[in-house]
């Protein structure tokens, strides 16, 4: 029983330190773009070096 007085703060500090991260991700622009991550996998990127030709 005792170790809940150390599992409990333990959590409550892990769940605001995702907090904090959470909004200063946000607020430095981290979810502006959920859209555009994935078409620009897909596109093509001519400038890029070929690997295999050296």
Known sequence: M???L???PLALMLGI???VAFFWA???GQFEDL???PY???EDD???PDD???
Do not use: F, H, S
């Open 26 to 28: 946000a607020r430095n």
């Open 2 to 4: 005792n170790i809940l």
């Open 40 to 42: 620009r996998m897909l």
């Open 35 to 37: 859209d555009g991550a």
């Open 6 to 8: 150390y599992l409990i």
């Open 46 to 48: 001519e400038n890029t």
């Open 52 to 54: 295999k030709n050296g």
């Open 17 to 19: 330190v995702g907090l």
